[in-house]
């Protein structure tokens, strides 16, 4: 029986770290989704600012995404691609219309919070799989993501 993939991890591993990714995945979808409704629906004083910060958000969010479902076929894998298996699968909830700026960035916020603490989770599971793809890839979304809390809470003024 064979017991490592084609890139060498322990299959039972990088299955644990496939589920994972896939969580991690359908959090991501809701979140870019919630996000372009953000952009789209956006009103008010800081319309432009944030009109333009939303759009850079939920284009960084596509390329996660794509990253994420293209590690989780790395792995030996197949990526969920429903948004009825993403809602069962995300903590992250689809938000209503929001037109509010200010309510749009706390609820960013609580995405990112979410979205962080999975990959933390994912990581320490990487570090124990010695996947270092997987791992630097959550490495370099950590330290990003951790920044982005940074300023939009300052945004906020928290």
Known sequence: MKTTNAIGLESKKAELLAQKLNVLLANYSIFYQNTRGYHWNIKG???FE???KFEELYNDLLLKIDEVAERILTLGHTPEHGYSHYFKLASIQESGKISDGLVAVEQILEAFKAVITMQREILDLSDDANDEGTNALMSDYIRFQEKQVWMYSS????
């Open 50 to 52: 944030l009109h333009l």
């Open 155 to 158: 945004f906020l003024k928290k």
């Open 45 to 47: 004083e800081k319309f």
